[in-house]
């Protein structure tokens, strides 16, 4: 899976253009972030992390958005660390790069927007 490009409001994935945040699971799946979403947009809460976890990653990559105004809270940090996954958050164009790059097997959230 190779992501290609992004821009404010969408993503490129695997010659796919996507208009709404993206999950990528560790199996390849994309899902729509918003599909049965509750909570605000504009962080990741334990609820939303859980659905990285099938299957289980080594390493989540958030994209942040292309501000950086995505935050992960600092119970699901603390969740994470204790699934023993490795988080790497930060604005999405620079997600994208490192998650283009990671070997290990990995899960995402692309932030599309601020």
């Not at 560790?26 to 972030?33: E, F, G, P, T």
């Not at 105004?69 to 620079?94: G, N, R």
Request: proline share 4%.
């Amino acid at each position: 899976m190779k992501i290609e490009k992004t821009g404010f409001g969408w993503i490129v994935i695997d010659g796919q253009r996507y208009e709404t945040d993206v999950l990528i699971l560790a199996d390849n799946r994309i899902l729509n972030r918003y599909e049965n979403f509750t909570g605000n947009n504009h962080e990741l809460s334990i609820e939303e992390a859980k659905k990285l976890l099938n299957p289980k990653p080594e390493v989540i990559i958030v994209g942040t958005g292309q501000g950086g105004i995505l935050k992960v809270k600092k119970e699901t940090i603390d969740f994470l660390k204790k699934e023993k996954v490795k988080l790497i958050a930060l604005p999405t164009p620079k997600a994208i790069a490192i998650f283009n790059k990671l070997k290990e097997k990995k899960a995402a959230l692309f932030h599309l927007t601020c």
